[in-house]
């Protein structure tokens, strides 16, 4: 059994940064991908970005895409989300997902808040 949690969210003004981190109890250089996902206030949990096993492949959401960097450390058994300036349609809760083999997990989720 795998344990995602999720930390770093908070309140920002709009054009602000923050970085979210996912820490994991197993060792993350087993995992097939790990990615971020968002769910903002009534609407469907939808995909943000993901990074491969290897670290070097990434891909992103359009509507993220040259603002948010998804990293791993997997020294640390961390996953990674740098957000820049933040606007406020990316306010959500944030998910760590990743996928072992066959499975899926999933972290808590961190409340991000992009409020002037």
């Known amino acids: 059994q795998v344990q995602l949690v999720d930390s770093g969210g908070g309140l920002v003004q709009p054009g602000g940064s923050l970085r979210l981190a996912c820490a994991a109890s197993?060792?993350?250089?087993?995992?097939?991908?790990m990615a971020w996902y968002r769910q903002a206030p009534g609407k469907q949990r939808e995909w943000v970005a993901t990074?491969?096993?290897?670290?070097?492949?990434?891909s992103y959401a359009d509507s993220v895409k040259g603002r948010f960097t998804i990293s791993r450390d997997n020294a640390k058994n961390t996953l990674y989300l740098q957000m820049n300036r933040l606007k406020p349609e990316d306010t959500a809760v944030y998910y760590c997902?990743?996928?072992?083999?066959?499975?899926?997990?999933w972290g808590q989720g961190t409340q991000v808040t992009v409020s002037s």
């Open positions: 990074i491969q096993s290897g670290g070097s492949m990434t």
């Open positions: 197993a060792t993350i250089s087993r995992f097939d991908a």
């Open positions: 997902y990743a996928r072992v083999i066959t499975t899926d997990y």
